[in-house]
């Protein structure tokens, strides 16, 4: 247990779908992060939010849309998404943002499928 | 362009081995390293890290080697055990570039009974 949990584990969705995917950290951490996981490729970082400001977006497509209410919750709510957009998203936190406090404790992450 | 990439995207080894998974790196900018280990079904966890003024570090079975000259990151487990497969990556962190952080694709390590 690494102290950040993902719900759900598991979401099919069609394209016209609405969902939302929710990270919740137990490590009193002041960044969190969503990752996107495709197969045979690199984590690709999508948004970053320290102490609850949104620090970066990596050029993510507008039907992603991160929320972040506090230092312990976030949220990605997904609208009209593509096929190709079927992956696993994961979660991080970390201490805040700095070489040191790069170390990134994850979740186990959200399995999408677009269809 | 810059680029963080692995050597190898698979490695079998049979348990009790010594295992050596490596990563090369092109960004001489980049001064922080990480080595995550993921298994099946769950996130990356942290396994150990190395700043760019060490050349060595040892954790408990686990040692990362930074070469700086040739741009290479090695990470070796020794004794190899079940519980150790599944996929590795390396990570890059700059500091002169807003603390960028770049992960490898990855190295699936299989460890044979």
């Known amino acids: 247990e690494t102290g950040v949990t993902q719900t759900p584990r598991h979401l099919v969705m069609g394209m016209t779908n609405k969902k939302s995917l929710k990270c919740e950290q137990h490590l009193g951490h002041n960044a969190m992060y969503w990752y996107k996981q495709s197969a045979k490729k690199p984590l690709e970082l999508m948004f970053v939010?320290?102490?609850?400001?949104?620090?970066e977006n990596n050029s993510v497509p507008s039907r992603f849309s991160p929320e972040c209410p506090n230092s312990s919750h976030l949220f990605l709510h997904l609208h009209t998404l593509q096929p190709e957009d079927s992956a696993l998203y994961l979660c991080?936190?970390?201490?805040?943002?700095?070489?040191?406090?790069?170390?990134?404790?994850f979740g186990s992450g959200t399995q999408l499928s677009v269809l | 362009g810059e680029s963080v990439g692995l050597h190898l995207p698979t490695l079998s080894v049979q348990e009790g081995d010594n295992s050596i998974i490596n990563c090369a790196y092109s960004n001489s900018a980049s001064d922080y390293f990480i080595w995550y280990k993921q298994e099946s079904g769950k996130g990356p966890q942290f396994i150990i890290d190395i700043r760019s003024n060490m050349d060595k570090r040892q954790g408990q079975r686990v040692t990362v080697l930074l070469n700086k000259t040739v741009k290479h990151l090695s990470l070796q487990i020794a004794a190899t055990q079940p519980g150790d497969s599944a996929v590795y990556f390396c990570a890059e962190i700059s500091l002169y570039n807003n603390n960028d952080m770049r992960f490898g694709a990855g190295t699936r390590l299989t460890v044979k009974p």
């Open positions: 939010y320290n102490f609850k400001e949104q620090t």
């Open positions: 991080a936190s970390s201490h805040g943002e700095g070489p040191t406090n790069e170390k990134l404790f």
